[in-house]
C-alpha cells in the first residue's frame, strides 16, 4: 500500500521570504510525485509532477519541488512567497508500474502568507 | 479549451436516496477519475474508468458505481446513502495511463441529511 504524509498542518510564512512545504511517501517501486493546490470551495490545480531525471522540478507560479530518494521526500518549495500563494496544499504519489493510476493524497498543509 | 467541468455543483439528499453525478472530462482526454474528499482530508480514489470500463477501484463499498460512456464523460453513482457519503466529489480526467497528469474538475457538494 502506498501512503503520504504531510506533517504540517498549517504553515505560517511572511510575505517575500522562501516557503517550503513538506511531503514524504511510501510506495513499493518508483514513484511519480505531483503537488496540488486548492482554493476554498474549489477543485485542485495542479502545480507540478516528478516522473524521472533532474531531482528538481519547476512548476507553475514559480514553485519547485525536490524528490529525494533517500529521504523519501518530496519538498515544495518558491523562493519567495506571494499573499496570492494562501491556500491548502496537496501532495499526492502513485506507483510508477503499469495500471495502478489511482493517485494517494497527503491530508494537506494550509499555507498562510502574511503581508 | 474547456477544462473538466461537473454538475451539479451542490446537492442535498437524504438517507437511504440514490444520487448521480456527472463529470466531462478536458478535451482529448481519454480516462476519468472519482475522488471523495471529506471535510479537512485529502481525496481519497474512488474508481478509474477507461474504455468504458472500470480499471482500478479504491477501497469503496459496492454502493459506489459508475460508468463511462463513449464520448469519455462518466457518471458516478451512489446507493442507499449513508450520513457519511457527504462530501466534495471531486472528477479528474488524463489522457492514458502511466504518466499522464490527472486535472481535476471544480467538484460536486454532497450532503446527505
Known amino acids: 500500500a502506498q501512503s503520504v504524509a504531510q506533517p504540517e498542518d498549517q504553515v505560517n510564512v511572511a510575505e517575500g521570504n522562501p516557503l517550503t512545504v513538506k511531503c514524504t511517501y511510501s510506495v513499493s517501486g518508483n514513484p511519480y510525485l505531483f503537488w496540488y493546490v486548492q482554493y476554498p470551495n474549489r477543485g485542485l490545480q495542479f502545480l507540478l509532477k516528478?516522473?524521472?531525471?533532474?531531482?528538481l522540478v519547476k512548476g507553475s507560479y514559480g514553485f519547485e519541488a525536490e524528490f529525494n530518494k533517500s529521504q523519501t521526500s518530496f519538498h515544495l518549495k518558491k523562493p519567495s512567497a506571494l499573499v496570492s500563494d494562501s491556500a491548502l496544499y496537496f501532495c499526492?504519489?502513485?506507483?510508477?508500474?503499469?495500471?495502478?493510476?489511482?493517485?494517494?493524497f497527503g491530508k494537506g498543509t494550509h499555507l498562510i502568507i502574511q503581508p | 479549451d474547456a477544462g473538466v467541468t461537473q454538475s451539479p455543483t451542490h446537492l442535498i439528499k437524504t438517507r437511504g436516496q440514490q444520487v448521480t453525478l456527472r463529470c466531462s472530462p478536458k478535451s482529448g482526454h481519454d480516462t476519468v477519475s472519482w475522488y471523495q474528499q471529506a471535510l479537512g482530508q485529502g481525496p481519497q480514489f474512488i474508481f478509474q474508468y477507461y474504455e468504458e470500463e472500470e480499471r482500478q477501484r479504491g477501497n469503496f463499498p459496492d454502493r459506489f458505481s459508475g460508468h463511462q460512456f463513449p464520448n469519455y464523460s462518466s457518471e458516478l453513482n451512489v446507493n442507499a446513502l449513508l450520513l457519511g457519503d457527504s462530501a466534495l466529489y471531486l472528477c479528474?480526467?488524463?489522457?492514458?495511463?502511466?504518466?499522464?497528469?490527472?486535472?481535476f474538475g471544480p467538484g460536486t457538494r454532497l450532503t446527505v441529511l
Open positions: 479528474a480526467s488524463s489522457l492514458g495511463g502511466g504518466t499522464g497528469t490527472q486535472y
Open positions: 516528478y516522473i524521472t531525471g533532474d531531482n
Open positions: 499526492a504519489c502513485k506507483y510508477s508500474g503499469g495500471g495502478a493510476d489511482g493517485l494517494t
